[in-house]
Every structure is written in structure tokens, then in C-alpha cells.
């Protein structure tokens, strides 16, 4: 029974089958309020350590082959926790039990921890279909997208400069002839993991705290399916992962923003962040690179030196500051149009006495 194509009565269902409602510029998975940008799973995932997972899904592999009955359910239970953790499934599954009720069950009850572990050794592998799904999608997912994202940023600047267009994210797709992996087979992938037909229902969330939004409602059984999902509505709205020049690890670039730099604190560090240190590791090389910044930072170094003195005051220096700012850039832009050395000589004198006049700008 449903109304314009919503079903009315909606049942408990196993957490291979999510609920998605995707909005303008976020999403919510099944039925949590809190709202997620496009590509923050995917983000997560691209930085996920895949070796506890693995570990204990090879364990679990062992006890089955030996057919050790007494410590299966104990594996697949330990295999369970590590997924609920997982990014993805830990922003939904809220309960053990969630995520495999018969894990959870042979965790708690003896005579379900024998039942379940005879079928499991028996070779009934309805049990770990979803594990299995969550090893290859992982594997698929982190050398398919890395491939994608290095080859969309090989050859580009990873900072939009001032003044700089900003590349719409098609159009770098299509300069870096990624378009036939946008669909068909899915981002260079096998045909096994081609780009997922999804059903589309909308639906009206009205959540507390938000404005009402017309959303589109879709269901995913496999992890990877999502993922593209994500990804590709991330693409259309500018959100996309990007790697740490600093660390390496990725970060969600959303709209509008360009960092080289991600926020985390960086290795060997226990505040700084990567994006601190990245900043003003790039103004030492813009001023060591560039005559008008040397001569603009040695002025400033002056008067802030005669401000801490209590020979000039806070007032005076920062409309100093304003100034020097303003004549700074004017020269940058006469420097850059410089047809000579000499002329770039006269730029920059006359640029260091403007600043170092005595008077109060």
C-alpha cells in the first residue's frame, strides 16, 4: 500500500538494505537527524585501515575450516563489532544487534552459539554475506577511487591562487578524459562492480531544526553501490576528497573552498595542524620568492618592533598595516607586468621607501 510511490508501512529491514534520502547539499542515512556532506564516507573510507577487518575475517575463516565450533560464533561476533565501527555502518547502527541479529544472538544464548556455528561450518555462508560483500567493496573502493582522485589532480595546482579561476570539476574530468568511467563500468572497475541501477522514491523531510526539503529516498545493498552514489552527487555539488600535501591522508574539499591542507593534527606535532603548518610554510616560500613580499615583510617586522616598543601605537600600526597591505598588491600586479629588470628595480625602491616613511601612514 503506498502513496505516490511511498510505501506506507515500513518494516524493520537487515542492514544490507540502507535507506538513503538524499537533499540539496547533504544526506541522512536511515533514520538519524544529523545531516552528512556529500563525500564524507568516502573521505572516511579512502583513510579506513582495512588490517583489523581483515584480521578478524580471517580468523573467523580459520575457525571455519577447522570446524571449531566453540569459537566461531566468538569470531563472527568480534567480525561484527569491527564493522559496526566501520565508516558508514557506525553512522546508523546504533546496536550489535542491528547490524546481525544472529551474531549478536550466538554472543548471548548457548544454544543458538551451537546451532549457528554448525551452519556456519557446515558451509552455509548466508551467515557472512555480508562480510564478504564489506571485504571486496572495501578493496574495490580503495584502489578504484585513489586511482580516480590522483588522476583528476595529477597536473593541477592544489591551491586556487587569488585571482585564480577555479576549474569547475567536469571540466577537469573531462581534461583528464575521466568521463567513460563516470558510468558504465564503474570507475575503471570490472564489470562486477558496474555502476548500480538504484530505484528513486522522493519523500518530505521535516526534521527539527531544519527547513523543511523535498529529498530523493534510495535503497543500497552493497556499501560500493552507495559509495558511487555519493561520490558522483558530491561531484555535481563540489564536494570532493582530497589528499594532505602535508600528511597524505584525504579530506573533504566542500564548495567554494581550496586547501592544500587538511585540519588534522599534523605528524610529529601534538597542536599544530597540517593547515597551520602548510600556511605558513607557503607564506615563508611566497616571501622568499617574491621581492615584493620580502620588502612589504621586512617593513612590517619595523614597525612592529617600534609597536611593541610603545613607540608606536596599536591604532597607528594597524592603519599601517591597512596601507602597506594596499600598496603591497598594487606593487605585485606593476611587478608581474614588468617588461625590464630595471623597471622591476624601481618598483621595488619605490615601494621600500613608501613603506619605511617616517610619518604615520
Same mark, same amino acid.
Given at each position: ?8 508501512? +515500513?518494516f524493520r529491514?537487515c542492514?544490507?538494505?540502507?535507506e ?5 547539499k547533504?544526506y541522512w542515512?536511515e533514520?538519524?537527524s544529523?545531516?552528512?556532506?556529500y563525500?564524507?564516507v568516502?573521505t ?10 581483515l584480521?578478524?575475517?580471517s580468523a573467523?575463516?580459520?575457525a571455519?575450516?577447522e ?5 566461531i560464533?566468538?569470531h ?5 563489532e569491527?564493522?559496526?565501527?566501520m565508516?558508514?555502518y557506525?553512522?546508523f547502527i546504533?546496536f550489535l544487534e ?5 551474531? &549478536?544472538?550466538?554472543s548471548?544464548?548457548? +544454544?543458538?552459539?551451537r546451532?549457528?556455528a554448525e ?6 555462508d548466508s &551467515?557472512l554475506?555480508?562480510?564478504?560483500r564489506?571485504?571486496?567493496?572495501l578493496?574495490v573502493?580503495q ?8 588522476s583528476?589532480?595529477?597536473?593541477t595546482?592544489?591551491?586556487?591562487k587569488?585571482?585564480q579561476?577555479?576549474?569547475p570539476?567536469a ?9 567513460? &568511467?563516470?558510468s ?8 562486477d562492480?558496474d555502476?548500480?541501477?538504484v530505484n528513486?522514491?522522493f519523500?518530505?523531510l521535516?526534521m527539527?531544526?531544519c ?5 530523493e529516498?534510495?535503497?543500497f545493498d552493497r556499501?560500493?553501490d ?6 558522483m ?8 576528497p582530497k589528499?594532505?600535501t ?8 566542500t ?5 592544500? &591542507?587538511?585540519?588534522n593534527?599534523?605528524?610529529?606535532e601534538e597542536?599544530?595542524?597540517?593547515r597551520?603548518i602548510?600556511?605558513?610554510?607557503s607564506?615563508r616560500?611566497?616571501v622568499? +620568492?617574491?621581492?615584493?613580499w620580502m ?5 612590517y ?5 617600534r ?5 608606536m601605537?596599536k591604532?597607528?600600526?594597524e ?5 602597506a597591505?594596499i600598496?603591497?598588491?598594487k606593487?605585485?600586479g606593476q611587478?608581474d607586468?614588468a617588461?625590464?629588470?630595471? %623597471?622591476?628595480a624601481?618598483?621595488? %625602491? ?5 613603506? +619605511? ?5
Amino acid at each position: 500500500m503506498g502513496v505516490l510511490g511511498k510505501d506506507i508501512f +515500513n518494516f524493520r529491514r537487515c542492514v544490507e538494505h540502507t535507506e538513503v534520502q538524499f537533499g540539496a547539499k547533504r544526506y541522512w542515512l536511515e533514520d538519524i537527524s544529523d545531516p552528512i556532506p556529500y563525500g564524507t564516507v568516502l573521505t572516511d573510507l579512502l583513510n579506513y585501515d582495512t588490517k583489523p577487518y581483515l584480521q578478524k575475517f580471517s580468523a573467523l575463516e580459520q575457525a571455519i575450516t577447522e570446524k571449531n565450533l566453540d569459537t566461531i560464533p566468538d569470531h563472527l561476533f568480534s567480525l561484527t563489532e569491527e564493522l559496526v565501527a566501520m565508516p558508514f555502518y557506525r553512522i546508523f547502527i546504533r546496536f550489535l544487534e542491528t547490524a546481525d541479529p544472529l551474531a &549478536y544472538l550466538a554472543s548471548i544464548d548457548e +544454544n543458538a552459539h551451537r546451532y549457528i556455528a554448525e551452519d556456519i561450518a557446515a558451509g552455509d555462508d548466508s &551467515y557472512l554475506r555480508l562480510y564478504y560483500r564489506v571485504r571486496d567493496d572495501l578493496a574495490v573502493i580503495q584502489q578504484q577511487y585513489t586511482w580516480f582522485l590522483d588522476s583528476f589532480y595529477e597536473g593541477t595546482p592544489f591551491e586556487k591562487k587569488k585571482g585564480q579561476r577555479k576549474e569547475p570539476l567536469a571540466e577537469r574530468m573531462l581534461q583528464k578524459f575521466l568521463e567513460p &568511467y563516470v558510468s558504465g563500468v564503474s570507475l575503471g572497475a570490472s564489470p562486477d562492480v558496474d555502476a548500480p541501477q538504484v530505484n528513486i522514491q522522493f519523500a518530505m523531510l521535516n526534521m527539527a531544526g531544519c527547513k523543511p526539503e523535498l529529498v530523493e529516498k534510495m535503497y543500497f545493498d552493497r556499501l560500493i553501490d552507495f559509495v558511487y552514489v555519493e561520490f558522483m552527487r558530491g561531484l555535481q555539488k563540489g564536494f570532493i576528497p582530497k589528499r594532505c600535501t602535508n600528511c597524505g591522508k584525504w579530506f573533504l574539499q566542500t564548495p567554494g573552498a581550496s586547501y592544500s &591542507y587538511c585540519t588534522n593534527i599534523a605528524p610529529g606535532e601534538e597542536k599544530a595542524t597540517c593547515r597551520e603548518i602548510g600556511a605558513k610554510s607557503s607564506f615563508r616560500e611566497k616571501v622568499r +620568492n617574491n621581492e615584493v613580499w620580502m620588502v612589504h615583510q621586512r617593513a612590517y617586522k619595523k614597525f612592529f618592533a617600534r609597536t611593541r616598543k610603545g613607540k608606536m601605537s596599536k591604532a597607528e600600526f594597524e592603519r599601517w598595516s591597512r596601507r602597506a597591505e594596499i600598496m603591497r598588491d598594487k606593487a605585485l600586479g606593476q611587478y608581474d607586468t614588468a617588461k625590464s629588470e630595471e %623597471e622591476k628595480a624601481e618598483i621595488i %625602491e619605490g615601494l621600500r621607501i613608501k613603506l +619605511n616613511r617616517e610619518e604615520r601612514l
